[in-house]
């Protein structure tokens, strides 16, 4: 696979990542196969996609157990290993995990030596504020975050879905490596100030759900293809009207896909890996096929002709949550 590198100052990584979140949470559960899921991480180290991302939430916590258990020996040192802090499971609503924002210094600090412990490691590549606790400064929680890196516990630290002055006030404390925030056809908020400001700063943008949650790939029609305890239930672009306004665009992915002799999931990711050049994309997946045809979307390069007729697609029916 080509490679980029983690924003200007950071490692090379494949341009296609892999989003492990589920692979124990959130999507289908109950089909949760951590043999499987083992292998698929260690076949993406061999695709050459090496940024492989988790977070102590996914569970929480069983996550970033299995993605230890999936770089155990060798394998670490090929991956660039990301994960996350700052969202805390604090109740359930019919069975439904709610989570709250903690950035407070003290957590953080705790918090990352639980993460190395599951993920038998003694650094991570990259440490990532899953959400900004509006109830802390970001100045406090990036400079305990700033305190892991200067303690050797991570390489690097970053951000996700923040704004361009929650980027710039974090900067001012210690160097941003990266910002995660959700992009793809269907979602394209960050193209508007965040994902330009990452381009002119060096910082690198990766896009989480960049396939829409599967839905861009073409393998939902209707509602009742989602499992039964699968999250996507809850979301309103997945409801029934919702869903069937929004496959006129996995139309018109598809006849690109048909055209290009590729398939609509890797032409839904080959448009996120044209937005720029420090732009990698996470997919998640659970399956070896998936990961095949996502790592091959490094390989497609989109006419201008169908850039244009993507960027052209009208916005998504529903919000995101």
Not at 48 to 66: K, M, Q, R, S
């Amino acid at each position: 696979m080509r490679t980029t590198t983690l924003g200007s100052q950071g490692p090379a990584v494949g341009v296609v990542g892999l989003g492990c979140m589920g692979m124990t949470h959130a999507y289908d559960p109950s089909g949760r196969d951590d043999t499987v899921s083992v292998d698929v991480v260690r076949r993406a180290l061999d695709l050459g996609v090496t940024l492989i991302d988790t977070a102590d939430a996914y569970g929480p916590y069983t996550n970033e157990e299995l993605v230890g258990r999936a770089l155990a020996g060798p394998y670490r040192e090929r991956a660039v290993l990301a994960t996350k802090v700052g969202l805390v499971l604090t109740s359930t609503d019919e069975g439904r995990p709610v989570y709250g924002r903690n950035g407070r210094p003290e957590h953080i600090k705790a918090s990352i030596d639980a993460s190395l412990r599951r993920l038998g490691t003694d650094h991570v590549d990259l440490y990532q504020l899953h959400r900004i606790d509006t109830e802390v400064p970001v100045e406090e929680t990036w400079g305990a975050l700033a305190e892991v890196v200067a303690a050797g516990k991570a390489r690097r630290i970053g951000l996700s879905e923040a704004s361009v002055e929650e980027i710039e006030r974090a900067h001012a404390v210690h160097p941003v490596a990266s910002v995660q925030s959700e992009l793809s056809l269907w979602t394209r908020d960050a193209l508007a100030d965040v994902l330009p400001h990452c381009e002119r700063e060096g910082i690198a943008f990766l896009p989480f759900s960049p396939l829409g949650r599967g839905f861009l790939a073409g393998r939902f029609s209707s509602y009742d293809d989602l499992p039964a305890d699968d999250m996507r239930r809850n979301l309103p672009r997945f409801q029934q009207e919702a869903l069937r306004t929004n496959l006129a665009m996995v139309g018109t992915v598809r006849a690109i896909a048909e055209r290009t002799g590729s398939t609509p999931a890797q032409v839904a990711l080959a448009w996120v890996l044209a937005q720029g050049r420090y732009v990698v994309p996470i997919p998640g997946t659970k399956t070896p096929k998936y990961l095949t045809d996502n790592a091959g979307a490094a390989d497609l390069t989109l006419s201008p002709a169908d850039l244009t007729e993507l960027n052209d697609l009208p916005a998504a029916t529903g919000t995101r949550y």
